[in-house]
């Protein structure tokens, strides 16, 4: 199962310098765990963290430009942190696998003089195999759109961070010098068309480019939730459907298809919710006369069905989280925002448990990222698996992860809950 190790943003809103996890160069620091949780006051930018997310996965797919104006964001100028004149940058440290070379994704996105939002610099790099220590080497290195990529799954070459800026020249001179690679055939020399797209977007189609292949792959396949019981409650029509889209309008499609392709599978969930939701015996789909789609539950104490529009936000929202866990073919990752909302304060930490055994299933599970502000989930997690989101005085966000403070871990240890103590100003720095 591929997993994000460190995530590094700057310049995105109220998020001017923060990182969470371990880094290729930062010894210190631990690496974010299956299940990561984000915790903070309403304001502290949590919402910012989660869609920072989106951003990156929108410009993969859609290009920057229309990632800045898409969801409602305004534009570069509006989601560029105030005062800030640098470019938004991101870094991901992930794995492929659990045995794999970590690979760093570098990304810095400004304007041109036309004010448009364009790529400034793209990086990829990689130790290389049986190498522990030192820098690693870029596989991937684009500057305004040109650069140098390194094909198969071993090229590189060591670029030091000061020469990240270097004119495209030198590095063309450089390379059919030699000086770049003595591995010739497994460079190029490559320009964009268009410095708004990224380069693991065209590259990753590319089956020369294995390493950028998976890694791009592994970003479009993320999957946000920003599902609402009253998209859930919506009438689709009739056609069984794969996988929970990100609103959840299409549950009852997704019903349909598990019914018929995982039995099983569906029986368990059934199970699982029944235990959670006294009185839940049957759900099932009924396809109206228009070729509309039904969702109804059947409860044992009432002798007729009660329909999604009928149902309560807690069920719906705990039937699509268990739906949506059951995938055959779970995202890689999965962010989830306020999960909480709408649900019965004694089946938050059950939820958590849920969230906690899927993302360390291996193979068949997801890393799962949420946000959150309900002290009862905080109570089910550990203080690695916890990161403390506040807002400094200067009105950015800053972030600190609960286990790296002594005196927690000490009364978690002692039999605290965490979410108590949360809840009790114990996780707070200011």
């Known amino acids: 199962m591929p997993m994000i190790e460190g995530f590094r943003i700057k310049n995105y809103r109220s998020l001017k310098d923060i990182g969470l996890g371990h880094f290729w ?29 989106g951003f990156l996965s929108d410009c993969l797919k859609i290009g920057v430009e229309e990632a800045c104006d898409s969801n409602g964001r305004g534009g570069f100028q509006k989601i560029r942190s105030l005062g800030q004149s640098g470019p938004i940058e991101f870094e991901i440290y992930y794995r ?26 793209e990086r990829l790099r990689q130790r290389r195999k049986y190498q522990k220590w030192g820098r690693p080497f870029s596989f991937l290195y684009l500057t305004e759109g040109k650069g140098i990529v390194w094909k198969g799954e071993s090229g590189g070459y060591e670029i030091k961070d000061e020469d990240f800026l270097i004119d495209f020249d030198v590095i063309v001179n450089k390379y059919f010098s030699g000086d770049i690679n003595e ?122 069905p009660f329909y999604a529009q009928q149902m309560s936000d807690g069920t719906l929202k705990i039937f699509a989280y268990m739906l949506l866990l059951e995938d055959p073919d779970p995202p890689p990752f999965l962010c989830i925002e306020e999960p909480e909302n709408g649900l019965y304060h004694k089946l938050l930490e059950l939820l958590a448990d849920e969230f906690r055994e899927h993302a360390t299933t291996g193979k068949q599970g997801s890393q799962i990222f949420i946000t959150t ?27 600190h992860r609960a286990s790296d403070n002594e005196i927690v871990k000490n009364l978690v240890e002692e039999g605290f809950h965490l979410g108590n103590l949360w809840y009790s100003d114990y996780l707070d720095m200011r």
């Open 25 to 53: 160069n930062v010894r210190d620091t631990k690496s974010l765990t299956p299940l990561t949780a984000v915790i903070g006051k309403n304001g502290v930018g949590k919402s910012t963290l989660f869609d920072a997310f």
């Open 96 to 121: 492929e696998t659990g045995k794999s070379r970590p690979i760093t994704y570098e990304l810095a996105i400004d304007i041109d003089k036309g004010k448009r939002p364009y790529v400034v610099l």
């Open 183 to 304: 591995e010739s055939k497994e460079t190029e020399v490559i320009e964009l068309s268009d410095k708004r797209k990224l380069g693991i977007a065209t590259l990753g189609s590319l089956k020369q480019h294995p390493r950028i292949s998976a890694f791009s792959q592994f970003i479009k396949d993320w999957y946000l939730s920003y599902f609402t019981p009253d998209a859930a409650r919506s009438l689709p029509l009739a056609g069984a459907q794969k996988q929970l889209n990100i609103h959840g309008d299409n549950l009852g499609n997704v019903v349909q298809f598990m019914e018929r392709e995982y039995p099983r599978r569906f029986n368990n969930i059934l199970k699982r919710i029944s235990e959670k939701i006294p009185g839940i015996d049957i759900i099932e789909t009924e396809k109206t006369n228009d070729g509309r789609l039904l969702l109804r539950f059947i409860d044992k104490g009432f002798q007729d």
């Open 373 to 399: 502000h309900q002290p009862y989930f905080v109570n089910a997690l550990d203080p690695k698996e916890v990161w403390i989101l506040e807002k400094g005085d200067d009105g950015f966000s800053f972030i």
